[in-house]
């Protein structure tokens, strides 16, 4: 079955895949301004750490064609822009990454606005296909650490539809499956927003790889009954230590993990590890509309007025990690000094 795009660029315009709607309809929303391109991000049509960083990249693309003025006017409110997009969602750094490359690309090029666009628009594509290559590469060297037959559990959706394709922990899974391993996928609901439920699961069925749904508590008690191999996530924000921000829930995984001896892996570019950011306590974590717990499909499922913690995401420090699968290679602990040599020498810092 033909691979569903996250998000295309036609005639001037950002198509972006509406994941709200799936699974029960698939429409894109037509971004035509920064504006719409923030809000598609905010309102979480868009998800997963790459694929909002790719929206942003054309968010900025949209931004460059509203924009008059000399070059120094224009860079100026390129600059506003990229502010704009990166107060969208605070977690996933690859929207950071991506709005700084597009930005060191512009400055880069000595051209007036005119050209400007046009460097602006083959980053943002760029952005897209460097993206879909390391999501190809994670997978073959993810899907080595992968058993012949392997039941593997994993959490959210970091799948294609997180991503400009593939994806990252699901990147490995298709690439086990590709490589003629057996491979059944757990997949938690994931709780409140139910990215498990709606897109994990979407995603694996279209393709014919076996999934089961379960609820998010009851995890611990599968990897009890030693019906897990393997759990494999993927990751908004890994620290230089190698602490991992991932979809709340995941550090839950991390220590039932550990405490049934199975290996808890995370999949993740080299554009989701923030080296300016030393640990997991210094990442920024979103907390989102109490609604999206006290509500149900817009039906109250809690008393009126009561008090709700709803954070997007936690951390799962760097010692509940066994590895960390990047386009570059397979990381273990001590993840530091290795991550700041491959990066050091991919790009800039
Ligand atoms: O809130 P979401 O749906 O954007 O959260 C997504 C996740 O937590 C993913 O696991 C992460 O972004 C990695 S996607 C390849």
New binding site residues.
Partial sequence: MKAVETMYWENGRLYVLDQTRLPAETVYVVCRSCRDAADVIRT?KV????A?GGVAAFGLVLAAQELRGDREAFVAQLREAAGELLNTRPT?VNLRWALERLLARVEAEPGDPARLREVLLAEAEAVLRDDLAANRRMGTYGQELVPDPARILTH???GAL??AGY???LGVVRAAREAGKRVRVYATETRP?M?GARLTTWELMREGIEVVLLADNMAGYLMARKKVDLVI????RVAANGDVA??IGTYSLAVLAHAHGIPFYVAAPLSTIDLRTASGQDIPIEERDPKELTHFRGQPVAPEGVQVWNP??DVTPHNLVTALITEAGIFRAPFEDALRRVIGNGREE
């Fill in positions: 979480m998800r997963g750490a790459p909002i996933a959210c959706n970091a997180a991503t994806g990252t922990a927003f990215q996530v993927g990751a908004d991932n979809k997007a995401f």
